[in-house]
Each structure stands twice: as structure tokens, then as C-alpha cells.
């Protein structure tokens, strides 16, 4: 016997469909790029640059680095935004501390402008 109506997806093939443009959707040039906040002093050859706590950094993200505050005796860190770093642990590598650099880098659909 022949169907004659239009073709049913199964909801499973719905789901998957939607789920993979949702996820291109967030992947988008829009998005902003993962930055990590990390002491530009501590760079080790092989590990990288180790992270810190975002309070260390300022919440601009001029890569102008903030203080931390503290006792007195308390060392006192600087820290920089590091843009689309490869983490491992505590430790990130082969990032940019240029905001526009990391966004040049672009996401899936992105022309490599930069925009949106």
C-alpha cells in the first residue's frame, strides 16, 4: 500500500534538528568570545598563564589589568582578561589579550570581520 499524504518525521529527527540549530545559533558571530582571567606574570613555556580569580581583573575589558584588594600583607595581583584560551585545569594557553583579535577569530557563520 502507497502512501499519498506528506511525509511524518519522527519527533527524534525534530529534536536533533532543532538541537543542532540551537546550537548554531549560540555559536554565532554575536557571541562573545571566553575569556578567562589570568596573572600576565606567570607564564609558564609549557602550561601557559596561570588563572585567578575574575575579581583580579577588571570588569571592562580594556586588558588594562585591576587590583586586588587585600590586607596589607597580602600579595596583591594583577590580572588581565585572556580571550578564547585553551584551559587545562587552572592554567590557560594560546589566547589573545586583544578582545578584537579573539572576536576576529570568529564562530561558525562568521566572515572573520568581526561583526555580528
Known amino acids: ?18 538541537m543542532g540549530a540551537l546550537a548554531a545559533a549560540l555559536t554565532s558571530c554575536g557571541s562573545e568570545p571566553d575569556k578567562r582571567c589570568v596573572d600576565p606574570d606567570s607564564y609558564d613555556v609549557v602550561k ?15 586588558g588594562t589589568g585591576g587590583k586586588k584588594s587585600g590586607k596589607r600583607d597580602t600579595k596583591r595581583v594583577d ?3 585572556y580571550y578564547d584560551p585553551d584551559v587545562s585545569g587552572r592554567w ?14 570568529g564562530g561558525f557563520g562568521c566572515s572573520g570581520s568581526g561583526g555580528g
Not at 92 to 105: E, L, M, V
Open 92 to 105: 590557560a594557553d594560546d589566547g589573545t589579550f586583544s578582545k578584537s583579535q579573539a572576536a576576529d577569530r
Open 1 to 18: 500500500m502507497e502512501r499519498t499524504g506528506p511525509r511524518r518525521l519522527r519527533s527524534s529527527t525534530v529534536i536533533l534538528g532543532s
Open 79 to 81: 590580572g588581565d582578561w
Open 48 to 62: 601557559g598563564y596561570r588563572i585567578i580569580d575574575s575579581s583580579a581583573c577588571k570588569s571592562s575589558s580594556s
